[in-house]
């Protein structure tokens, strides 16, 4: 049974970074591409940050620059990098892959609040 289990948010000022961190177990890990999603307050989950089992990598525009997604095979761990955080990256942050999702973790809230 695939298991998610997200950490790593906070809460930052305005401008500061975090690093999330999500712990992927019960899976053939480097096989599927994997992902990083947001669901901000009211609104509907997104897909933030994309990465292939070769590493490569996509970001929705609105994190371009600011967000890296990266991944550890052997720890079975995928990473978020934020930096220059700004109030609306606020939201449950979640990992998944990227289609045809398994079950979702409990997610790790980032609220970027001066």
């Known amino acids: 049974q695939v298991q998610l289990v997200e950490s790593g948010g906070g809460l930052v000022q305005p401008g500061g970074s975090l690093t999330l961190s999500c712990a992927v177990s019960?899976?053939?890990?480097?096989?599927?591409?994997m992902a990083w999603y947001r669901q901000a307050p009211g609104k509907q989950r997104e897909l933030v940050a994309r990465i292939s089992p070769i590493g490569g990598t996509n970001y929705a525009e609105y994190v371009k620059g600011r967000f890296t997604i990266f991944k550890d095979n052997v720890n079975t761990t995928v990473y978020l990098q934020m930096t220059n955080l700004k109030p609306e990256d606020t939201g449950v942050y979640y990992c998944n892959r990227d289609t045809s999702w398994w079950a979702w973790g409990q997610g790790t809230q980032v609220t970027v609040s001066s």
């Open positions: 019960g899976i053939i890990f480097n096989i599927w591409n």
